[in-house]
Structures are given as C-alpha cells and as structure tokens.
C-alpha cells in the first residue's frame, strides 16, 4: 500500500511531474483501507502558481490491480513567493508633552505579515519634525528583537530620551520597523 506524492501543473500524473515523496505502506486487506500522511517539501525553485499535490497509489507498480487507471487523486494548491513583510501596529507614548532633555515611553507592536519567517525583528524610533521618515530625522534608540515567524506580532517598548538641544515645538516619534535592514522584505 505505498503511496507516492508528486507536484503537477494539472491532476493528471505524467512522467513530467515533480516526484516529492513515498510512504511506504504494508498490506493491505481486500476492502481495507490505511491513513498515510507526510510531510512534503515544495521544491525551492518552483515557480509561484497553481499546481496540484498526486497521491499516486502503488505509484511503483507493485501490485498487479483489475483497474490500474485509478491510482492517482489530488489537491490544488497554491505556491507563493516566500516573503517578509515587517510593519508597526499601534504606537504609542506614554505622555505627549515632554521636556527637552527628559524621557518617555514608546511603545508599538512589530507585526510579520508576511508569509514567511523574519530572522530579526527590531524597532528603531526616531524624533522627526514631520510622519515621513528621512536621514535628518534624529535616531533616539532602538529595541530589539530576535525571529518573528509569519503573521506573527510581537510587543516592543523603549525608554526615549528627547536631545536636551531639541528646539520647543511640535515633533512625531517614528517607530521604523527593521531600521537597520537585516530583513530581505
């Protein structure tokens, strides 16, 4: 009763699919059945698309069958580009009127909502004079964060300190996900 798994542009097994996998299986009673399960690694350089999972029954033709044309069954799937995708959700400080020279509270979410895992996940939080980030935008710290696996988000919070030269006036914490970019996103 071995299965093989196979990776097709279409439900229909041909010499041209993509062999994944085999579950080796024991005997099988007549009108029995087995549940086999497996896990199946879609090859790295598959092309994102629709394709579909074969579970090809006696795929190496062992057993000698009164109907050889209704081995194989499938699955649609989807394959998608793997991606990161860092983003803020829910800025916060924890007073918004401090004193040049003084401390506040910032806190944020970092949120992956991308569909593959970030190998770090750090905030940069920055005093701007306007919401677009830019290289004149005053750096404050940073919190850092270790993987953040997909549609993942994890809580950050950090002790920022206003420059004691900062001019009285209006400003914006930045809070700038992967500030440092050692995320492909």
């Known amino acids: 009763s071995n299965v093989g798994y ?13 062999y994944l996998n085999y579950y080796s299986g024991g005997t099988l009673a007549a009108s029995g059945n087995a549940y086999k399960s497996l896990a199946l690694t879609i090859p790295g350089a598959t092309a994102p698309g629709n394709y579909y999972i074969l579970y090809f029954a006696d795929y190496s ?7 050889e044309t209704n081995n194989v069954a499938s699955v649609a799937i989807i394959v998608s580009v793997a991606n990161t995708d860092l983003i ?18 910032g806190s944020c979410y970092i949120y992956n ?22 290289g004149a935008d005053v750096f404050l710290t940073f919190s850092s964060g270790s993987a953040l696996a997909a549609t993942t ?12 030269a900062t001019t009285p006036g209006n400003y914006y914490i930045l809070y700038f996900a992967d500030y440092s970019s050692l995320v492909a996103e």
Do not use: C, F, K, M
């Not at 196979?6 to 993509?18: E, H, M, N, P, Q």
């Not at 803020?88 to 509270?105: F, L």
């Not at 569909?115 to 920055?126: D, K, L, R, W």
């Not at 950050?156 to 206003?162: F, M, N, V």
């Open 88 to 105: 803020i959700q829910s800025p916060a400080v924890s007073t918004s009127t401090v004193v040049a020279g003084n401390s506040i509270t």
């Open 113 to 134: 909502q991308g569909n593959t895992s970030a190998s770090s996940s750090n905030v940069g939080y920055y005093l701007s004079t306007d919401a677009i980030w830019d």
């Open 153 to 164: 988000s994890s809580y950050r919070s950090a002790t920022l300190t206003i420059p004691g």
């Open 61 to 67: 033709n062992l057993v000698t069958e009164s109907i």
């Open 6 to 18: 196979y990776l097709s542009t279409d439900a229909i097994w041909d010499a041209g699919d993509v």
